[in-house]
Antibody, heavy 121, light 108 residues
Framework: EVQLVESGGDLVQPGGSLRLSCTASRFTFSNYWMTWIRQAPGKGLEWVANINQDGYEKYYVDSVRGRFTISRDNAKNSLFLQMNNLRAEDTAVYYC??????????????WGQGTVVTVSS | SSELTQDPAVSVALGQTVRITCQGDCLRIYYASWYQKKPGQAPLLVMSGNYNRPSGIPDRFSGSGSGNTVSLTIAGSQAEDEADYYCLSRDSSGDHLLFGGGTKLTVL
C-alpha cells in the first residue's frame, strides 16, 4: 500500500524552529511533485508549499514565504519542511501529500496521517 | 485575486441527493479535485479531474464542472458521508494550490 508518514511535530515557542519530515513508501517518490498542507484548529485546509520532482521548483503560500523551506531527498524517499520564526498562527496539523500536477489536473492522491505543530509559550 | 468559494454548510436527509458546489475563476482553466475530511482523519480524495472517481470511492459520488463552477454530488446520502468537503485547484499563477473554504455536510 502506498504510504506517507510524517514526523517532527512538537510544541515550540514563538520564534522557534522545527523540521518536519515525510517518508514515502511503495511508489516512485522521485517521479512526483510533493506538497505540504495544514489545518489549524477549527479552520479549513490550507496549502503551504509545493516542490517539484528534482527540487528546483518550490512555491509557498504568502504567509510562510521567507520563514519555511520545503526540500526533498529522493535517495531517501523523504520530504522536509524547515519552519523558522514560528508564530502562533502556524499551529496546525501538517500533512504531506503526493501531488499529481499534469496539464490542468491538480490532485493530491495520497496523504499522510499528519503531524501536530503547536506554537505557544 | 484567486479564490474558491463554497457554501459553509449543507444538510441532506438520509438517502437523498445533495450537491456541493465550488466557484472560482481559476476553474475556467484548471480542473478541481474534492476531498472528504472527517475529524481526526487525514483528508480523502473523493473526486479528481472534476469528474473522475478514484477506486474505492462509492459510485454514489459523482462530479461535474462548467465554466467557473464545479460540483460534487452524492446520490443516496449515507450517514458515513457526513464530513467536511473541500475543493482544490490551482490559482491564476499556475504554481500555487488553492482550497475552497470547505462545506460541512450534515446527514439528517
Amino acid at each position: 500500500e502506498v504510504q506517507l508518514v510524517e514526523s517532527g511535530g512538537d510544541l515550540v515557542q514563538p520564534g522557534g524552529s522545527l523540521r518536519l519530515s515525510c517518508t514515502a513508501s511503495r511508489f516512485t517518490f522521485s517521479n512526483y511533485w510533493m506538497t505540504w498542507i495544514r489545518q489549524a484548529p477549527g479552520k479549513g485546509l490550507e496549502w503551504v508549499a509545493n516542490i517539484n520532482q528534482d527540487g528546483y521548483e518550490k512555491y509557498y503560500v504568502d504567509s510562510v514565504r521567507g520563514r519555511f523551506t520545503i526540500s526533498r531527498d529522493n535517495a531517501k524517499n523523504s520530504l522536509f519542511l524547515q519552519m523558522n520564526n514560528l508564530r502562533a498562527e502556524d499551529t496546525a496539523v501538517y500533512y504531506c501529500a503526493k501531488y499529481l500536477r499534469s496539464g490542468v489536473v491538480n490532485t493530491l492522491y495520497i496523504w499522510g496521517q499528519g503531524t501536530v505543530v503547536t506554537v505557544s509559550s | 485575486s484567486s479564490e474558491l468559494t463554497q457554501d459553509p454548510a449543507v444538510s441532506v436527509a438520509l438517502g437523498q441527493t445533495v450537491r456541493i458546489t465550488c466557484q472560482g475563476d481559476c476553474l475556467r482553466i484548471y480542473y478541481a479535485s474534492w476531498y472528504q475530511k472527517k475529524p481526526g482523519q487525514a483528508p480523502l480524495l473523493v473526486m479528481s479531474g472534476n469528474y473522475n472517481r478514484p477506486s474505492g470511492i462509492p459510485d454514489r459520488f459523482s462530479g461535474s464542472g462548467s465554466g467557473n463552477t464545479v460540483s460534487l454530488t452524492i446520490a443516496g446520502s449515507q450517514a458515513e458521508d457526513e464530513a467536511d468537503y473541500y475543493c482544490l485547484s490551482r490559482d491564476s499563477s499556475g504554481d500555487h494550490l488553492l482550497f475552497g473554504g470547505g462545506t460541512k455536510l450534515t446527514v439528517l
